[in-house]
């Protein structure tokens, strides 16, 4: 088989198609220091400037043969043009990301929200969409450019207190509902700006839904609609990602209509495999902490093989890759697949 662009690889992969070495990519941050410091840049700037964030961000591909280019860094996105307020840590020198400092909904009686009518004009949207453009006009000719999204839930927890909204999804189930309805409506908006910016994939990262909290009757009642509900409206491929042990809610993963799963370290992907058989997008699942950051590179190479014979369908990391991860590990990960 021809050697393929990581492009044509990844889009091959979407669609089914065999592909002429595993993909190695992602759909969560993967910013480096190893390309911040070849730009001189600080990690705090990037998060605010639509061409540092492009250029970061093109530098992983660059850099070690990644197949994928992803941006933004951050999970405060959606949640600040809402209206929350964050703390971008703009004079630290340190690796922080943008954090909340104040929640949109401070109790039950604030959760019925009005979405702004202005919503995609507001906080970092027209910066993240600007630096979507840039990267595809850098090297979207032969790198995948993928984004993401926050789900409904996980998106929730991040405008009110998660031990609040954990509770109520027991307790008020039908107002919860309402609220995830409202930011449906958020996360397909800002979908479409992303899709017309010129993502060729999107991951909904719904981390909060992790079934480590969540029961699989919650997730399938309470939030398993609203995902129905986004990635019927994404024209784009798409990945759905949820944390933590997913094996006995990974059918209904499935049934959200997204292209392909996402799942972490924690998942049992033979188990998965045997669940959803031979077609299924099985997207995974090495710690990109202890194993890409904290590992080397034998341990490394060791733990890529292993996701592989496990039976995923791309080489993915379970979490955003943590920038401090040294040069000879990403490039013994992208040899693995190599072979």
């Known amino acids: 088989m021809e050697t393929m662009t990581s492009r044509e690889r990844v889009l091959k992969l979407f669609k089914g198609e065999p592909t002429d070495r595993p993909v190695c990519f992602s759909g ?43 941006l933004p860094f951050d999970l405060c996105v959606e949640a600040e043009a809402i209206g929350a307020q964050i703390n971008t840590y703009p004079n630290s ?45 850098t090297i979207g000719e032969t790198v995948a450019i993928g984004s993401y999204l926050l789900g409904p839930f996980t998106l929730a927890g991040q405008i009110m ?41 999107l991951t909904v990262r719904e981390m909060g839904a992790t079934s480590d909290v969540l029961s699989p009757r919650v997730f399938k009642s309470l939030i398993l609609p609203h995902l129905k509900n986004i990635f019927e409206q994404l024209r784009v491929p798409s990945v759905l990602h949820i944390c933590g042990k997913t094996n006995n809610i990974i059918v209904p993963m499935v049934e959200s209509g997204a292209t392909a799963i996402s799942v972490d ?28 950051v904290s590992g080397n590179p034998e341990l490394v190479k ?12 791309a080489v993915w990391p379970g979490c955003d890759i943590w920038p401090t991860v040294p040069p000879e590990n990403f490039k013994a990960m992208m040899e693995t697949m190599n072979g």
């Open 28 to 70: 969560m941050g993967n910013a480096t220091t190893e390309g911040l410091n070849k730009l001189g840049y600080k990690f705090a700037h990037v998060h605010l400037d639509a061409q540092q964030m492009a250029e970061t961000a093109v530098t992983t591909p660059q850099l070690f043969g990644f197949d994928s280019c992803v």
């Open 93 to 137: 020198d340190d690796l922080l990301y943008p954090t909340i400092k104040e929640k949109v909904i401070h109790n039950e009686e604030e959760m019925e929200i009005t979405i702004p009518e202005d919503l995609v004009t507001r906080g970092r949207i027209p910066l993240v969409k600007e630096a979507i453009g840039i990267a595809r006009k």
């Open 161 to 201: 207190e998660l031990n609040d909204l954990l509770k109520l999804s027991f307790k008020k189930p039908d107002k919860v509902g309402k609220l995830l309805a409202d930011l449906t409506c958020v996360i397909v908006a800002v979908a479409k700006e992303y899709e017309a910016a010129g993502v060729d994939y």
């Open 265 to 292: 370290q924690k998942n049992d992907v033979v188990d998965t495999r045997k669940k959803l058989g031979d077609d299924a997008l099985i997207f995974g699942n090495y710690d990109p902490y202890n194993v890409l």
């Open 302 to 313: 060791e733990t890529m093989r292993k996701c592989l014979e496990d039976g995923v369908s």
